[in-house]
């Protein structure tokens, strides 16, 4: 009798540090960006973008529309938001390589900052527009390098280090919440080079900047439409985004054919759609 309680108190004690042990490989199993999971950091460090070209639409859509006190508020928020999240993500990094690409997104910022501040004119959009893409390609530059310090990280998992379906299948999930999170930032970039195609503001790459924004949206949605990480409540959110892009049409964009609060409104409907998207990738399980 008193061997049956003995063997069953054992495989009792067996189970529990079994259960325990597995507690902890799975807690091992999830490294994180500081407080944060490495999809959320990748998420922030992928909006700092779409909140740049948000601040320089709402800038040059208030040269000439200087009374919308929506656009004045948005550009506000815009930037406590980016500032905020910058701060964040430096704060929670321990890279060296990511820290600094990160205060190099800050360095740039300062100048950027002090023109979108500014009374909207014509003179500090040109120079918005000139700043903004080099302050894109840093945040952009953020997000590989975090990326990469994802990857490096599940390396040093116990259990996750050889498991190359695991760590395959985690890089495609980071991948597709970078090309949804690049494309919540598009749509923001296409309405900036919308209103950048006004007279005064207008260069010779203007129209061809359009175009390719244009088309790198349309050929980013396919993507989206066949991953792998599509369920139904994912699908329906990008049904929702396609019928709000259904609403832009090139030929139009080209003839300047929408009013410039028409093209204001859909950009941010279109972010906010991609922004669901990617906040879906975001919380995927694996």
Do not use: C
Not at 190 to 213: C, F, G, R, V, W
């Amino acid at each position: 009798m008193r061997n049956n309680y003995l063997t069953a108190k054992s495989a009792y004690i067996l189970f529990i540090l079994g259960i325990t042990t597995f507690s902890i490989v799975n807690a091992q199993s999830k490294p994180k960006y500081g407080v944060m999971t490495y999809n959320k950091a990748i998420n922030i460090s992928e909006k700092q973008g779409m909140l740049i070209q948000k601040m320089a639409k709402d800038y040059l859509y208030m040269v000439e529309n200087s009374d919308d006190d929506k656009a004045s508020r948005d550009l506000m928020t815009s930037k406590i938001i980016f500032e905020k999240q910058n701060e964040i993500l430096s704060k929670n990094s321990s890279n060296k390589a990511t820290k600094s690409k990160i205060k190099k997104v800050g360095n740039l910022w300062v100048a950027f900052k002090k023109h979108i501040e500014s009374t909207p004119n014509f003179d500090d959009a040109k120079k918005i527009l000139n700043l903004n893409t080099d302050l894109l390609k840093e945040t952009e530059s953020v997000v590989r390098s975090i990326v990469i310090e994802s990857k490096n990280a599940n390396k040093t998992i116990k259990g996750l280090a050889n498991d190359d379906s695991y760590n395959e299948k985690d890089l495609e999930l980071k991948k597709i919440i970078t090309v949804s999170g690049r494309q919540r930032m598009l749509a923001q970039r296409l309405a900036l080079y919308y209103l950048a195609n006004h007279p005064t503001l207008k260069d010779k790459n203007s129209e061809q900047m359009l175009k390719n924004i244009y088309n790198e949206i349309d050929g980013m949605n396919t993507p989206l439409l066949l991953s792998d990480f599509d369920n139904a409540e994912i699908d329906e959110k990008i049904a929702n985004a396609l019928t709000i892009w259904e609403l832009i049409t090139q030929n139009k964009l080209g003839k300047q054919g929408y009013k410039h609060k028409e093209i204001y409104d859909i950009s941010n409907k279109l972010t906010r759609a991609y922004n669901e998207i990617t906040t879906l990738y975001e919380h995927t399980k694996l």
